[in-house]
């Protein structure tokens, strides 16, 4: 069965996920699959791989593998594809944080950053879409983010790799659409997770602004990212334009 007979389901999609050991990633890995994905979930921690791919069953599996290790990108793609079929769907979620005065952020710091988020994403991008390319067919989705929109103190490393994505997408959005894989990005504010604690970690009054500036009056959860990303899927598989959601969004 493919989306083109069942317009509201994934079955016959296999997802590839990065920073599929994290809350996140897990939680975006189960709403994929419970919309009939199979999914392979990857990272650096295999422990966390493999207890987030039993949490989610039979339709999961995983792969180790470090985003930053770019010159294995490909290996790792092929690997994916002769262990459990064509990657038909991409989700660059992997990523680090770093809460520090740009004055503070020294060059080291800020290319450890875009390693991690935009030139590992990069580098699985290229890895996957000539496949995609072939068989006139795919996914290619980057979770941004809020700092991806306007400017948030004390992120400057973080900022500059989110709004990197935008650019990103536009790019081979323009590039590959026309050959049938679409490129999306969804940019969620701020959703509870590990990485969010740590942010807000001693800093009420920082807390107290971000949810006055929030709509929702909290902050977003992985579920809320899992079902847009699932249902942005869907959008990008029946149609070629790039879509640009975003969750919880801050009042400017």
């Not at 450890?112 to 795919?138: F, I, K, N, Q």
């Amino acid at each position: 069965m493919t989306p083109q007979d069942h317009p509201f389901g994934l079955a016959g999609e296999l997802a590839l996920i990065t920073g599929g050991g994290s809350r996140l990633g897990l939680v975006m890995a189960q709403c994929l699959a419970q919309a009939g994905a199979r999914v392979v979930l990857m990272g650096r921690r295999e422990e966390a791989l493999r207890a987030a791919a039993d949490r989610i069953g039979p339709a999961a599996d995983y792969l180790v593998h470090d985003v930053t290790c770019i010159e294995d990108a490909p290996a790792r793609v092929a690997e994916v594809g002769q262990r459990f079929g064509a990657v038909t769907i991409l989700v660059n979620n992997a990523g680090i944080h770093l809460k520090q005065p740009a004055l503070d952020t020294t060059e080291e710091a800020l290319r450890r950053v875009l390693e991690t988020h935009v030139v590992g994403a990069h580098a699985l991008s290229r890895a996957v879409a000539p496949a995609m390319l072939a068989r006139g067919a795919g996914v290619v989705l980057f979770i941004a983010s809020m700092a991806s929109l306007f400017g948030i103190p004390q992120v400057v490393a973080y900022s500059a790799a989110k709004s990197a994505y935008l650019g990103m997408v536009r790019t081979l959005a323009a590039e590959w659409s026309p050959r049938g894989v679409r490129v999306n990005a969804i940019a969620p504010g701020w959703i509870a997770t590990d990485m969010s604690r740590k942010a807000l970690a001693g800093d009420p009054e920082r807390q107290r602004r971000i949810l006055d500036r929030t709509p929702l009056g909290r902050l977003g959860t992985p579920e809320d990212v899992g079902s847009d990303l699932t249902k942005t899927a869907l959008l990008a598989l029946g149609e070629p334009q790039v879509h640009f959601r975003r969750l919880c969004v801050y009042r400017l």
